[in-house]
């Protein structure tokens, strides 16, 4: 069965701290990898995402670190703000064939919280 | 444009009565999904569908069924509901040539 393990599940920091979340898989035939954020009562929306062919990628104060060797790739919140608290989920997919986009595989999710 | 819509946002069933969950988009993307999100599970594929009177089973499909008559609908229907449906429900949509999925706003369901 295809999976994607995230880790931690919970995680709270100081403004201005950098929390990092982490996500591993074992299907090698992924190749898109997403990270949503949900505020409480609202749908998951897209952060920022990867593609396998780079190692890293910034928007924003948003980084992903991609390690295609050991399988994991990682979220990096710079300079973090109250309102970044939210719950960030990792996911990943194939899409071969063009129909797979929406086919998510997604991790299990990490509470973030970020105290003023 | 409206996007992902859903509705009901909160429903209460009892175990074996049926509901049919709405979902609609207006951006006429060709993939809908339908999700269920649980605590410490993150979202897991119940059904997906690439097109008009195309549908296939994701990763949890027991106990769903979805059509897909037009481009815009995609309903999913309870036929006999039970506890472990208890959950909250997201429908999504992306476009064939852009990876972003789209996500409704979420039914909340309560299976008693």
């Known amino acids: 069965q295809q999976q994607v393990k995230q880790s931690p599940q919970s995680l709270i920091v100081q403004k201005g701290g950098i929390p990092i979340i982490n996500c591993a898989y074992e299907n090698t035939a992924f190749d898109y990898f997403p990270w949503y954020q949900q505020f409480p009562g609202k749908g998951p929306a897209l952060l920022i995402a990867i593609r396998p062919d780079v190692s890293e990628k910034k928007e924003g104060r948003f980084t992903i670190s991609f390690n295609k060797s050991a399988k994991q790739f990682s979220l990096h919140i710079m300079d973090s703000q109250p309102g970044d608290s939210a719950t960030y989920f990792c996911a990943a997919s194939n899409s071969a064939g063009g129909t797979s986009y929406g086919k998510l595989t997604f991790g299990q999710g990490t509470i973030l919280t970020v105290h003023p | 444009n409206a996007g992902v819509t859903q509705t009901p946002k909160f429903q209460v069933l009892k175990t074996g009565q049926s509901m049919t969950l709405q979902c609609a988009q207006d951006?006429?993307?060709?993939?809908m999904s339908w999700y269920r999100q649980d605590p410490g599970m993150g979202l897991r594929l119940i059904h997906y569908?690439?097109?008009?009177?195309?549908?296939d089973q994701g990763e949890v499909p027991n106990g769903y069924n979805v059509s897909r008559s037009t481009t815009e609908d995609f309903p999913l229907r309870l036929l006999s509901a039970a506890p472990s449906q208890t959950s909250v429900y997201f429908c999504a949509s992306t476009s064939m040539n852009f990876a972003e999925q789209f996500f409704g706003p979420g039914t909340r369901l309560t299976v008693l």
């Open positions: 951006m006429n993307h060709e993939y």
């Open positions: 569908s690439v097109g008009a009177g195309i549908t």
